[in-house]
């Protein structure tokens, strides 16, 4: 078992940053492939972003490439990502998800990822 926690969530203007924080507890973190999906309201859980268990293999959907970075910190077992030039439409809930696996080919549906944390809100006014 892989046990989640995110944090990081809040409230902030159009173009600020936020630094999602996800930390795993259990299993040995890094021989698993971990993501960052968000869900808005009425709208299906997407793919953000995702890193292998090296890091050296990475993942962004295109509505936040060059915005978004995702990276993990093996010996602290946590996932990190950094979001940056936010816009209203990214806000949503994020969730953060393990799937164990080294990530050569990053795994993009939810179906896919066994473990979940409880989701952390990021609301990004105009």
């Known amino acids: 078992q892989v046990q989640l926690v995110e944090s990081g969530g809040g409230l902030v203007q159009a173009g600020g940053s936020l630094r999602l924080s996800c930390a795993a507890s259990g299993r040995t973190f890094s021989i698993y492939t971990m993501g960052w999906f968000r869900q808005a309201p009425g709208k299906e859980r997407d793919l953000v972003s995702a890193i292998g268990w090296t890091g050296g293999n990475t993942y962004y959907a295109d509505s936040v490439k060059g915005r978004f970075t995702i990276s993990r910190d093996n010996a602290r077992n946590t996932v990190y990502l950094q979001m940056n030039s936010l816009k209203p439409e990214d806000t949503a809930v994020y969730y953060c998800?393990?799937?164990?696996?080294?990530?050569?080919?990053?795994?993009?549906?939810?179906?896919?990822?066994?473990?979940w944390g409880q989701g952390t809100q990021v609301t990004v006014s105009s």
């Open positions: 998800a393990a799937v164990r696996g080294a990530g050569f080919i990053i795994a993009t549906m939810a179906h896919q990822y066994n473990y």
